[in-house]
C-alpha cells in the first residue's frame, strides 16, 4: 500500500488502530526512520572495526 500510494504522490499515510486513526506518517517520518538507520548501521560497523 505504501508503495502505491508513493507512486502516487501520496505525502501521508493514515495508520489505523481498528476504526480508529492512531497516526499519520509522513514522507519525513520515513526518511528520518531511514536516515537513524544508516546512521546505527555505520556507527556498528566502526565499532566492529575497533
Known amino acids: 500500500m505504501i508503495a502505491k500510494k508513493a507512486n502516487q504522490g501520496v505525502e501521508t ?8 486513526l492512531a497516526r499519520i ?3 519525513s517520518d520515513i526518511m528520518n526512520l ?4 544508516a546512521q546505527e548501521r555505520q ?5 566492529a572495526k575497533t
Open 13 to 20: 499515510v493514515p495508520v489505523m488502530d481498528g476504526a480508529r
Open 25 to 27: 506518517i509522513t514522507r
Open 34 to 37: 531511514l536516515l537513524r538507520g
Open 43 to 47: 556507527n556498528h560497523a566502526t565499532q
